[in-house]
């Protein structure tokens, strides 16, 4: 059958297409305001619920039962969340939405990532402290210890356990640090190192809050290896050592003891040139005690000689 449209003047002609163009216009809006509708479900919306705090686990099926749909976009690490809890979701809470939308959502890991630990010893705090925040990680205990560099990082520790420069570590991870405080204000006798083992003087120089500096070995040493021969600052002030003062009880300066030491000699030649008098373990020292504050650095010469006997032995 064909539907065939006859017309005689160009009048009928628009007659023709305007009836043509209303016919199409009436099936268009029969389409987008009853059949659409139907099939999308129109007019019939669900809220979106807020899920930023709730853990992943098993809320699979309940978004499902509600009418949405579930997808991880992305895992980024957060400190404020447990593993496997939503930190962010799109759309976001209370957004109106069909039936059957997916909601994209970010969650944290099971286990925070691992960085590498940096350096920080050497470091001032204010810059320790901010290249711990770049490495997301956190700033745990702050201890003082005396040292000559003053605000300079000592040590960096996890739970009281020193750790290295690149061992890797979690993310978030407290980092204990020691911080030099300075040169102490009191002074405190230099304690005499020297004849005991290298490990009892570190001993007693951590003890006294003070530092262990150079390690000198000498193999010539009348004393077996290990044992400390010489030290600087030396415990005791031979005579030449001793601060001088003016008659005003200022003390002299060091051009000024150099001054004095040279017309001593000048004057006593042949005993300048005496050895100095060593004094026995057990010995009485007339010496003065020679004076130092916690945080200084104490160097130290050790025997090298593994063929040098102790004293006790060489007596009998």
Do not use: C, W
């Not at 099926?61 to 447990?82: P, W």
């Not at 004393?223 to 003062?245: F, M, N």
Request: proline fraction near 6%; glycine fraction near 6%; hydrophobic fraction near 35%.
């Amino acid at each position: 059958m064909s539907i065939v449209i006859r017309s005689n003047s160009l009048t009928q002609v628009f007659v023709h297409v305007g009836i043509v163009v209303l016919t199409f216009a009436t099936i268009l809006l029969l389409v987008f305001y009853n059949y659409l509708p139907f099939v999308t479900n129109h007019g019939e919306t669900i809220t979106v619920p807020s899920l930023v705090g709730v853990s992943v686990e098993n809320i699979e099926s309940k978004l499902k039962e509600a009418g949405f749909e579930m997808v991880v976009q992305d895992t980024i690490y957060s400190k404020d969340y447990q593993p496997y809890t939503i930190i962010d979701q799109k759309p976001v809470a209370g957004t109106k939405v069909k039936q059957g939308r997916k909601i994209y959502l970010i969650i944290s890991p099971k286990n925070p990532p691992k960085v590498r630990m940096p350096k920080l010893e050497g470091l001032s705090y204010q810059m320790a402290i901010a290249k711990i925040k770049t490495m997301q990680l956190e700033v745990g205990a702050i201890r003082f210890k005396p040292d000559i560099a003053k605000d300079a990082i000592l040590g960096q520790e996890i739970n009281g356990r020193p750790v290295k420069e690149n061992e890797l570590v979690q993310v978030g991870t407290s980092v204990d640090l020691v911080v030099g405080s300075g040169v102490g204000d009191e002074e405190m006798d230099m304690p005499d190192l020297e004849g005991l083992s290298l490990e009892d003087a570190k001993s007693i120089l951590e003890t006294n809050g003070l530092q262990l500096g150079h390690i000198t070995e000498d193999v010539n040493a009348d004393q077996p290896a290990g044992i400390v021969t010489k030290q600087s600052p030396t415990a005791r002030l031979e005579a030449d050592d001793i601060p001088y003062y003016d008659s005003e009880g200022q003390p002299l300066t060091k051009r000024e003891r150099d001054e004095m030491r040279r017309k001593k000699q000048a004057s006593n030649p042949d005993g300048n040139n005496q050895p100095k008098k060593r004094y026995g373990k057990d010995e009485f020292d007339p010496r003065p005690r020679n004076k130092i504050r916690a945080g200084e650095i104490v160097d130290l010469t050790v025997s090298a000689n593994r063929n040098a006997k102790p004293k006790e032995e060489e007596k009998k």
